[in-house]
């Protein structure tokens, strides 16, 4: 099955700074790749996702790439802001019933 | 679209107890559903899905069970509760888009 392996566990950057995450997939079936952002106590919310059919897809400061040849794709967000801090997910799935699986996450901090 | 609606919030409950966590969707038919656990300061672990009525998959050997004896109604159960079982447990919903419930922090003491 498919295993998502996402770097790094925390990421503190300044504010104004940018962030970087990266995910690594093992299926090369996978075709969907969600990233997901998780407020303290709160539930995961979609922020952008990515089809295999595009290496790269923009929503104004935050943008995800992927490299289908190399399995892995990022999430870069930029001019980080306080309320960017939270916990951000990646996901992968070939869009069977079951198969969508998280990374373990990265807590991201931004200082003010 | 699709909305989640996940109780209780919190749950605290004592080692042995039972349990039992309620998800129900709103605003599509048919859809899959999910319980995840998410342990402190860790990722979403799949513990069940379901495509139907009646129809439960589990994603790995627990102390817990799930049943869906409606369309849009998605349930997680245990008899007997374990201090392991503490969690953040959350619902989610596939039709159009995967969207999750507002999710459940258990704490068994």
């Known amino acids: 099955g498919e295993n998502v392996e996402q770097h790094p566990s925390t990421l503190s950057v300044q504010e104004g700074d940018s962030a970087v995450i990266k995910c690594t997939y093992s299926?090369?079936?996978?075709?969907?790749f969600p990233w997901y952002k998780q407020e303290l106590g709160k539930r995961p919310q979609l922020i952008i996702d990515?089809?295999?059919?595009?290496g790269e897809k923009k929503d104004q400061r935050i943008a995800v790439t992927l490299n289908k040849t190399a399995k892995h794709f990022s999430l870069h967000i930029t001019e980080t802001q306080p309320e960017d801090s939270a916990v951000y997910f990646c996901?992968?799935?070939?869009?069977?019933?079951?198969?969508?699986?998280f990374g373990a996450g990265t807590r991201l901090t931004v200082k003010p | 679209s699709q909305t989640i609606h996940q109780w209780p919030a919190t749950l605290v409950q004592p080692v042995g107890s039972p349990l039992s966590l309620e998800c129900t969707v709103e605003?599509?038919?048919?859809?899959?559903l999910y319980w995840y656990r998410q342990a402190a300061g860790r990722g979403l672990q799949l513990l069940f899905y379901?495509?139907?009525?009646?129809?439960i998959s589990s994603e790995v050997p627990q102390n817990l069970s799930a049943s869906r004896p409606q369309d849009r109604q998605f349930i997680l159960s245990s008899k007997k509760l374990l201090l392991s079982d503490s969690g953040f447990y959350l619902c989610?919903?596939?039709?159009?888009?995967?969207?999750f419930g507002s999710g459940t922090r258990l704490t068994v003491v």
């Open positions: 990515i089809r295999s059919n595009v």
């Open positions: 996901a992968a799935s070939t869009g069977n019933n079951n198969d969508m699986r």
């Open positions: 299926d090369s079936a996978s075709n969907y």
């Open positions: 989610a919903c596939q039709k159009f888009g995967y969207t």
């Open positions: 605003g599509t038919s048919n859809p899959n």
């Open positions: 379901s495509v139907g009525i009646g129809q």
